[in-house]
């Protein structure tokens, strides 16, 4: 194997690895405290991807918002006072044809996702919370709620692909004679950041902590007065945040479409139990294993063949771990 | 009165565990729980601070009636329950489940002084700061249990079955432990199966004998313990 080829083995790796990190941290987030697994996870890495494009392209709601901009400019020339106030507004929205951009556009992306996993969690999961069977529930609940996002997603904004503009242009990195888009080393600097602010999250906040809590015993998170039932849905909001990012940093490698996710979802699925279900370290260093043999395996034997792999990969470790790589550590 | 259990009735299910239970605990006064296994203490337990359903009867705590309040509200109020064996957060260390049981907010400006009350009772737990939960030894998680509880500032503080398992060697520090606690002036509940414990700490002893109580002693020092054996056992012939 030549240098070139390791090195874009490294590279591709460790950018499957971070796409994986982030999905898989929030699925093994929600696995551990609430017990459940969340099968619209990759609904959301695509509601992240689209929120975000909708935001910063100009085909998304800086189109939507020209009429409303060239309506207040007209209006503001004849009505005095208030136009005068009115009309820097109208100038502005009309400036603004080319999109808001990625700086408004990511906000946004966490917020609407965020949104949609605590309205996810009040209508999907939390009717089921104590109920007996509730997790087999939750799987048809939630993959019922994919289901309908996705063909949400299709109705209001059609089945053509959208990209998310490159937020880094030049060309490419040089490493060893290899060539490494700037996209993809954002997503390398960037993933390990994010997934650093989650720690610091969970270690450090009193919310965090909480999680962390119920996830080891929440019988006695109810006694020392942590409100349990508050902790549920800040989970599935912590981990739809987590999704989106990943929506975001898919929807500027790859194409924009409403079944996005879903293949990313899979592997997240893997990895998870891969690294131990519930811990949060196992699921990272999981992450990046998986995105590793995934890489080299599409080099090796071919694209088609790293799902084979992989799968190949998680039965022999479940053979001599069946609890995972790090099954029953830190939660 | 601080504290009044009236009629209690609470299980799991359609089964009752405790039955028409009544009791109460004067402010400042320390009160013990006995009797044999499986007959509703620890049911009883949980009822009041919320965990389990209450079915009939009332609790009322400082006045108020608290009967099937959340869990949180009750802790809130500073009833803290001190659950039975190794309840704690086992894999975060010994000072995050300090942390954690001044979660309420009427103790974030007394943390550090609560800090230092729960290490001169248990120095132990200062040299353990950083060690998990799971990697303390039984005495060492029992002291922690007691901990995180007085780290929740308790207006009643509840032990359920301090001793149990224990060494006796680490029993007697514990029990010198809970004694201190008293003597600063916590009003406390405690469930043993030792009533020499109990008779060490406590004023008053009730025999909680399938889901009630079965017989209530009003002065400890009225009593002796041959007497109270018997009250357990029945009577030797």
């Known amino acids: 194997m030549s240098l070139e080829a390791i090195v874009a083995i490294i590279a591709g790796g460790l950018v499957s690895g971070s796409l994986y990190a982030l999905m898989a941290s929030g699925l093994s987030l929600v696995w551990g405290t609430v017990r459940m697994f969340n099968f619209a996870h990759g609904a959301l890495v695509m509601v992240g991807a689209y929120s975000a494009w909708y935001m910063s392209n100009r085909g998304g709601l800086a189109k939507a918002l020209q009429p409303l901009g060239k309506s207040i400019i007209e209006s503001s020339e004849n009505s005095g006072a208030l136009g005068g106030l009115l009309l820097p507004l109208g100038e502005w929205l009309v400036s603004m044809r080319g999109g808001f951009g990625l700086v408004l556009g990511v906000p946004f992306a966490i917020l609407c996702c965020g949104l949609v996993g605590y309205v996810m969690y009040v209508l999907l999961v939390k009717p089921f919370v104590g109920k007996p069977g509730a997790d087999l529930v939750v799987i048809i609940t939630t993959i019922a709620g994919a289901s309908f996002m996705q063909n949400g997603v299709q109705v209001i904004f059609g089945p053509r692909y959208k990209q998310l503009d490159r937020i880094l242009t030049g060309p490419p990195l040089q490493v060893l004679e290899t060539a490494i888009g700037l996209q993809e080393v954002l997503v390398i600097v960037l993933t390990p950041v994010a997934l650093l602010l989650l720690h610091f999250f969970l270690k450090h906040s009193k919310l965090g902590m909480a999680i962390r809590a119920v996830a080891q015993n929440d019988d006695f998170a109810h006694l020392v007065g942590i409100n349990v039932g508050q902790i549920y849905p800040l989970t599935f909001v912590v981990s739809s945040i987590l999704a989106g990012l990943c929506g975001v940093m898919l929807g500027g490698l790859f194409f924009i479409l409403p079944t996005m996710g879903a293949q990313e979802l899979l592997f997240a699925f893997v990895v998870v139990v891969f690294g131990g279900l519930g811990s949060l370290p196992g699921t990272i260093i999981g992450a990046y294993v998986i995105g590793f043999i995934r890489e080299s395996s599409a080099y090796i034997f071919s694209l088609y063949w790293a799902p084979v792999v992989l799968f190949a990969t998680l039965i022999l470790v479940l053979i001599f771990r069946p609890r995972g790589l790090m099954g029953g550590e830190e939660s | ?237």
């Open chain 2, 1 to 237: 009165m601080l504290f009044q259990v009236e009629n209690l009735t609470s299980g799991y299910g359609k089964i009752d565990v405790v039955r028409d239970l009544s009791l109460h605990v004067d402010d400042g006064e320390h009160v013990g729980l006995f009797g044999p296994n499986g007959h509703g203490k620890t049911t009883l337990l949980r009822t009041i601070s919320g965990l389990i359903e209450t079915k009939a009867g009332k609790v009322t705590f400082q006045g108020e009636d608290i009967t099937n309040l959340d869990a949180r509200k009750i802790v809130a109020r500073g009833l803290i329950h001190v659950p039975q064996g190794n309840q704690l957060f086992p894999r975060m260390s010994v000072q995050e489940n300090l942390t954690l049981g001044a979660y309420v907010a009427r103790t974030d400006k007394h943390k550090s002084s609560n800090f230092e009350k729960v290490f001169s009772l248990f120095p132990r737990l200062k040299e353990r700061l950083t060690q998990r939960a799971q990697t303390l030894s039984g005495g060492e998680r029992q002291m922690l249990s007691i901990g995180v509880g007085l780290m929740g500032m308790p207006e009643l503080l509840i032990l359920d079955e301090p001793s149990v398992g224990l060494a006796p060697i680490i029993k007697e520090e514990l029990a010198r432990a809970i004694a201190e606690i008293a003597a600063s002036g916590v009003t406390m509940i405690v469930v043993d199966q030792d009533v020499e414990l109990l008779l060490g700490i406590c004023e008053r002893l009730y025999l909680i004998e399938k889901g009630t109580v079965s017989l209530e002693t009003a002065d400890v020092s009225q009593v002796d313990q041959a007497e109270i054996l018997e009250m357990y056992f029945g009577k030797v012939t």
